[in-house]
């Protein structure tokens, strides 16, 4: 089955090169712009009034398919692709949790951006606390990384 989707907007962040591109916006995000399509403008209404959003966008960029990937946080054991983050994806859709800054006109100020310069933005979804936030969760072989290991604020990810 084939859908259509279209982009909502484009996501302007630091990051040029699929290479250096941050791994997860708590790690590596950095201030950026998320440019609505003035045709969307209306659908912001409310928006300014959340400190926090789910962006969801097209890794225009990823040209491969690979259902297992050596995340960089565990490169010395092949995962699944749907137990890991990497882009290498049969349908190559990402999904960040940014901090919203304010918003003017068509533009969304964030904080947290991860991705590259360019990217499509196919929707955007308010983080709400009472629904997103799980108690005790599980994360798999992400519980078994020695965060003391190079990857910024170890306090996020214990």
């Known amino acids: ?28 995000g950095r201030k950026g ?29 990823q040209t491969e398919v690979r259902l297992k990937a050596r995340p960089c946080f565990d490169p010395s ?10 882009p290498t994806r049969p349908n190559p859709i990402g999904i960040s949790v940014l901090t919203l800054n304010r918003i003017q006109g ?23 606390k009472q629904f997103d936030q799980m108690h005790d969760p599980v ?3 992400y519980d078994q990384i020695d965060w003391e290991k190079g990857v910024g604020d170890k306090s996020k990810y214990k």
């Open 106 to 128: 068509n533009i969304l100020h964030c904080d947290d951006i991860d991705v590259i310069d360019g990217t499509p933005l196919l929707d955007i979804k308010p983080y709400v």
């Open 33 to 61: 712009q998320i440019r609505i399509f003035n045709q969307f403008v209306d659908g912001l209404e409310g928006l300014e009034e959340f400190s926090h959003i789910f962006a969801l966008y097209y890794f225009h960029r």
């Open 1 to 28: 089955m084939n859908y259509s989707i279209n982009a909502i907007g484009i996501i302007h962040s630091s990051f040029h090169d699929p290479r250096s591109g941050g791994r997860q916006p708590s790690i590596d």
């Open 139 to 141: 994360s798999g072989w």
């Open 77 to 86: 054991t092949e995962h699944g692709i749907f137990a890991s983050r990497y």
